[in-house]
């Protein structure tokens, strides 16, 4: 079934049809630009339930939207899980043509299989560092060679596209930046790298002496490579290039140095049912409390969220200096 056009319009006649459900805010890594440490993690009560996320899943593709993420957190520490997925892969047969989850990869090695089967389409894996003691410190706990693994068994499977994401930090990662799409060029994956994103109050590291622009990334690569632009998208805020003779492609997100927000088509659910209009904005409505006020009301859910199409702005305010314009963290947000 083709997608159908979508009533997802906002003020500034923006179609919105992609949709990122976080399922949890809960991680089994605790990277330095994601979270604080320690983190303090949701109440499970306020999280949403996996019938609550199915539910919103249906009543976005009745709206319209023809592509959903599957976030977190790292989504695949959330108990049971794989229902959720099971369940949004069936609506396929309703309008959606994209299911496709963002992983640190560290449980991929278990769950690939059923993940493809479920009707996982595509995977972003998280891979910010090649060297194990490295990818230690900017994860703080985890542990390099599971997500090596994970790859392969996602490979192995036969997911239609895998991706890897690394966000590059100057004095952490940026020399890696070479080595990392070598990687991908090797191992048939495209890779996408990305500049950090200012959400919450991290103390681990100063972002503006941190940050390392897509320019800067893109001309390490060009020493090496040979990089022509593309037209290829994936609905996503990625600018692709493509590298001649590989089918490898490299994607710079950038919301500080090339801002995507002109031709934003996307809306995200927070972990505890926030439908949040803006990556860097705090424009939401309480979805969580439409679900449970109003039980069974799929059309009052779905006016709910028409309506919030009106309040998604224009675009974020990020900054690197001074303090976070947003203090909700990465993981309640949404990676």
Same mark, same amino acid.
């Given at each position: 079934?083709?997608?159908?056009?979508?009533?997802?319009?906002?003020?500034?006649?923006?179609?919105?049809?992609?949709?990122?459900?976080?399922?949890?805010?809960?991680?089994?890594?605790?990277?330095?630009?994601?979270?604080?440490?320690?983190?303090?993690?949701?109440?499970?009560?306020?999280?949403?339930?996996?019938?609550?996320?199915?539910? !919103? *899943? %249906?009543?976005?593709?009745?709206?319209? &939207?023809?592509?959903?993420?599957? =976030?977190? @957190?790292?989504? #695949?520490? /959330?108990?049971?899980?794989?229902?959720?997925?099971?369940? !949004? *892969? %069936?609506?396929?047969?309703?309008?959606? &043509?994209?299911?496709?989850?963002? =992983?640190? @990869?560290?449980? #991929?090695? /278990?769950?690939?299989?059923?993940?493809?089967?479920?009707?996982?389409? %595509?995977?972003?894996?998280?891979?910010?560092?090649?060297?194990?003691?490295?990818?230690?410190?900017?994860?703080?706990?985890?542990?390099?060679?599971?997500?090596?693994?994970?790859?392969?068994?996602?490979?192995?499977?036969?997911?239609?596209?895998?991706?890897?994401?690394?966000?590059?930090?100057?004095?952490?990662?940026?020399?890696?930046?070479?080595?990392?799409?070598?990687?991908?060029?090797?191992?048939?994956?495209?890779?996408?790298?990305?500049?950090?994103?200012?959400?919450?109050?991290?103390?681990?590291?100063?972002?503006?002496?941190?940050?390392?622009?897509?320019?800067?990334?893109?001309?390490?690569?060009?020493?090496?490579?040979?990089?022509?632009?593309?037209?290829?998208?994936?609905?996503?805020?990625?600018?692709?290039?493509?590298?001649?003779?590989?089918?490898?492609?490299?994607?710079?997100?950038?919301?500080?140095?090339?801002?995507?927000?002109?031709?934003?088509?996307?809306?995200?659910?927070?972990?505890?049912?926030?439908?949040?209009?803006?990556?860097?904005?705090?424009?939401?409505?309480?979805?969580?409390?439409?679900?449970?006020?109003?039980?069974?009301?799929?059309?009052?859910?779905?006016?709910?969220?028409?309506?919030?199409?009106?309040?998604?702005?224009?675009?974020?305010?990020?900054?690197?200096?001074?303090?976070?314009?947003?203090?909700?963290?990465?993981?309640?947000?949404?990676?």
């Amino acid at each position: 079934m083709s997608p159908s056009p979508t009533p997802l319009v906002d003020r500034f006649g923006r179609r919105v049809n992609y949709v990122r459900f976080s399922v949890t805010d809960r991680c089994d890594f605790r990277c330095l630009y994601c979270m604080s440490e320690p983190m303090t993690f949701l109440p499970r009560a306020r999280v949403l339930t996996l019938e609550e996320l199915a539910i !919103l *899943g %249906r009543a976005f593709v009745e709206l319209g &939207a023809h592509k959903i993420r599957i =976030t977190g @957190g790292e989504p #695949l520490v /959330r108990r049971n899980v794989l229902w959720l997925f099971q369940e !949004l *892969g %069936r609506l396929r047969e309703h309008g959606l &043509a994209e299911l496709v989850l963002t =992983t640190n @990869g560290s449980q #991929l090695e /278990r769950y690939a299989a059923d993940l493809q089967a479920a009707g996982v389409a %595509r995977l972003n894996i998280s891979l910010d560092s090649l060297n194990p003691d490295r990818f230690r410190r900017i994860t703080r706990v985890g542990e390099l060679a599971p997500v090596l693994r994970g790859i392969r068994a996602a490979q192995t499977v036969g997911f239609q596209r895998l991706k890897l994401n690394a966000v590059i930090l100057k004095g952490r990662n940026h020399d890696e930046v070479t080595d990392l799409a070598r990687f991908a060029i090797d191992n048939g994956l495209d890779i996408s790298y990305i500049e950090e994103m200012p959400l919450g109050v991290i103390g681990d590291h100063d972002r503006a002496e941190a940050h390392y622009s897509s320019d800067a990334i893109r001309a390490d690569l060009a020493q090496t490579f040979t990089l022509i632009p593309s037209t290829e998208s994936t609905g996503g805020p990625s600018r692709y290039y493509r590298i001649p003779g590989s089918e490898t492609r490299i994607g710079f997100i950038s919301p500080h140095s090339h801002n995507f927000c002109g031709d934003c088509n996307r809306v995200r659910v927070s972990a505890e049912g926030r439908l949040l209009l803006c990556l860097g904005q705090e424009h939401s409505v309480d979805l969580r409390h439409v679900l449970r006020a109003h039980p069974g009301h799929q059309e009052r859910l779905k006016q709910a969220i028409v309506a919030a199409m009106a309040i998604k702005p224009r675009g974020h305010e990020f900054q690197l200096g001074g303090q976070p314009v947003i203090l909700r963290y990465m993981n309640h947000t949404g990676g």
